[in-house]
Every structure is written in C-alpha cells, then in structure tokens.
C-alpha cells in the first residue's frame, strides 16, 4: 500500500467528526432533558432512599461496605483507563511501525501520517477526558464516606433527617454521575477507533453506540424496574 502523501479532510470525514464531538460533548447535558425518566435520574431518587434509610440505622457498616465496593471499581477503570492511555501514547510514538500494520487490514482506509495521528489522538483525548472523570468520582466517593461517617447517631437525626439524606445523595449521586461519565468513554473511544475505517464506519458506529446508551437509560428492562421502584419511594 502507498500513503497518500498529504493530509486532506474530506466532506464525510468533517461531518462524521461533527457528529462524534457533539455526542461525547452533549450526550450528558441532553441525557439531563429525559429528567426522571431514565436510570440516572431515578437512580437519584432511590440514592436519596438509601441515604434516608441510612441515617436511621443503628449499625452503618454495610452502608459504608456498598460503597466502598463502589470505590474499588472506580479505581480499577481509572488504573485501566491509564494502561490504555499509555498503550496508545505508545502507539503514536511508533507510527513507523504501528500505522503500516493497522493499515494493512482490509477494513481500514489508508491516509497520510499526519490524519493517522489525528485518528488516533482522538480516542486517547476521550480516554484522557474518561480518567479524570473517574478519578473525580472517586474523589466524590471518598467525600460521601467522610458525610456518612460525620452524620450523627440515629437517635439524634430527628428532624434534620430529609435535609441530611438529601446532601449526602447529591455528593453520592454527583460521584455516579462521573463514574458514569468514565464508563461511557469507552464507548465513544470505541467510535472513534472506527474512524480507521473511514468516515462512514465512523458515522455509523457513533450513531450506534449512542442509540444503544439512550436505550439502556430509557427502554431496558434494568431502566424500568428501576423506575417502578424509583416510583414507590
């Protein structure tokens, strides 16, 4: 195979490109319009639930236990999202190598250095953007187990028990909101490895792997038994 010496972006590759950056960038914020009706908003009514039930307990260790398992998986993506971060640094520090290899698969279309570089860059941006996403909810976890060390005994909530239970699920429901984050930049950096492809391999597993997150929160079974019992609180 001959690279093509210089760097053109064609029309479908900048519309393919315009797509996946207003996904991973608004996917969150336009999530946020469903409100209530998918699993993250409801999972935010059941937090707030547990929190309450939580601050009447005489014994909070299984409480702190949940969570702290919750803690452990959000420091094993964060360790692994560095690993493959570090593997595709590795990867652009050797395109002598890793680009002829890659572009000797039949499904990949073959360009020039500097748009490989670009290709690849993209998933390691994503990846980069999903550490600190993990690290900040590990962080936002480790100030929930803090809140419910500090809540008082249960004898003593008394009145205060709704507003004590409602700031500690913000804090805990803030942290899920960026594990969740993390998680889903395993996807988006899956769409963008299918950038080697070309820009219509692009475009369709984009659109594909955001039309399967948007089931998930509002279609799937998980998401309505979570409503129904979001529903009973």
Same mark, same amino acid.
């Not at 490109?17 to 996904?23: E, I």
């Not at 690993?83 to 020039?112: E, H, Y």
């Not at 003593?156 to 998680?183: C, H, P, Y």
């Not at 369709?204 to 129904?228: E, F, K, S």
């Given at each position: 195979?001959?690279l093509?010496?210089?760097?053109t972006?064609?029309p479908?590759?900048l ?11 608004g996917?969150?914020? %336009? ?9 993250n ?14 601050l ?11 969570l702290?398992h ?5 420091a ?7 690993l493959?971060?570090? %593997? ?13 290899? $890659?572009?000797?698969?039949d499904f ?9 570089? $670009?290709?690849?860059?993209?998933p ?5 953007g999903?550490?600190?996403?993990f690290?900040w909810a ?8 803090a ?8 004898e003593e ?7 004590l ?11 899920a909101?960026?594990?969740n ?5 395993y996807?988006?950096a ?9 820009p219509?391999?692009?475009l369709?597993v984009t659109v594909?792997?955001?039309a ?9 079974? %998980?998401?309505?038994? $979570?409503g129904r ?5």
């Amino acid at each position: 195979m001959t690279l093509v010496e210089t760097f053109t972006a064609s029309p479908p590759d900048l519309v393919a490109l315009g797509v996946f950056l207003l996904v991973w960038l608004g996917y969150e914020r %336009a999530l946020g319009r469903f409100g209530e009706r998918t699993i993250n908003g409801r999972m935010k009514i059941v937090r707030r639930q547990w929190m309450a039930t939580m601050l009447v307990r005489d014994i909070r260790i299984p409480d702190s236990a949940l969570l702290g398992h919750v803690m452990n998986s959000t420091a094993f993506f964060a360790s692994t999202t560095v690993l493959v971060s570090a %593997a595709m640094v590795g990867a652009l520090s050797n395109l002598s190598t890793f680009q002829p290899a $890659i572009q000797s698969l039949d499904f990949t279309v073959v360009t020039s250095r500097t748009f490989f570089e $670009i290709k690849l860059a993209l998933p390691l941006v994503v990846f980069v953007g999903g550490f600190f996403r993990f690290t900040w909810a590990l962080r936002q976890f480790n100030y929930a187990v803090a809140l419910i060390g500090a809540a008082p005994p249960a004898e003593e909530v008394g009145a205060r028990r709704d507003a004590l239970a409602t700031d500690i699920a913000v804090v805990l429901s803030s942290g899920a909101e960026s594990f969740n984050a993390g998680i889903r930049c395993y996807y988006f950096a899956l769409a963008g490895l299918a950038w080697f492809g070309g820009p219509y391999a692009f475009l369709t597993v984009t659109v594909g792997v955001t039309a399967i997150m948007i089931r998930r929160q509002l279609w799937t079974p %998980a998401a309505q038994a $979570i409503g129904r019992l979001a529903d009973r609180q």
